[in-house]
């Protein structure tokens, strides 16, 4: 949502951007209805019934949806995996989702910290002190936690081990 300066910050926002938009600020909600610092509710999804107006006197037209990246990373940080993508649907996966009865190809799906100046692509290896324990799904850069990503590992890792991932990122369990 696309809001001029002079107005007051959004209270249930999660991150806030410049807007190449001159004299405003980008915000992400995480729902359609959001409140303002004074508690004035918002209602992104429907216009005012000021004429021609959309929101707080905002044009309908800078009105505009934040985009995937923030999306992924709210996604993420939820605990919403995507099949296929960060759970395989090949593979008996145990942990959150339930436990499978093939223990010798069960794996288990974790949520990772990243250390990484770049994301990691999807299926890059997760190894522990070289050896490989797993594979890497989606990953995102979260407004609070920082670079954040679901993997698919082998069960019984350590509590605080840290996971390398790929030649230059590392990870630990979330």
């Known amino acids: ?13 999660v991150a806030h951007n410049p807007s190449p938009v001159p004299d405003g600020v980008e915000w992400i909600v995480e729902r359609d209805d ?82 990484a100046d770049d994301l990691p692509s999807v299926g890059t290896d997760v190894t522990l002190g070289g050896r490989p324990v797993g594979r890497l799904g989606s990953s995102a850069q979260h407004h609070q936690w920082g670079p954040i990503a679901w993997a698919v590992c082998e069960p019984g890792l350590p509590p605080g081990a840290v996971l390398d991932i790929g030649p230059d990122a590392h990870a630990v369990l979330w």
């Open 34 to 115: 959001a409140v303002d610092a004074t508690g004035r509710r918002l209602s992104l999804s429907e216009p005012r019934p000021d004429a021609g107006e959309g929101v707080d006197g905002i044009e309908p037209d800078l009105e505009r949806p934040v985009g995937l990246w923030a999306y992924e990373a709210l996604r993420i940080a939820a605990g919403v995996p995507r099949v296929g993508l960060d759970l395989p649907s090949d593979e008996v996966v145990a942990g959150p989702l339930g436990a499978g009865p093939d223990a010798a190809r069960s794996r288990t799906l974790v949520r990772l910290l990243l250390d």
């Open 1 to 13: 949502m696309w809001r001029g300066s002079r107005l007051p910050d959004l209270a249930d926002a």
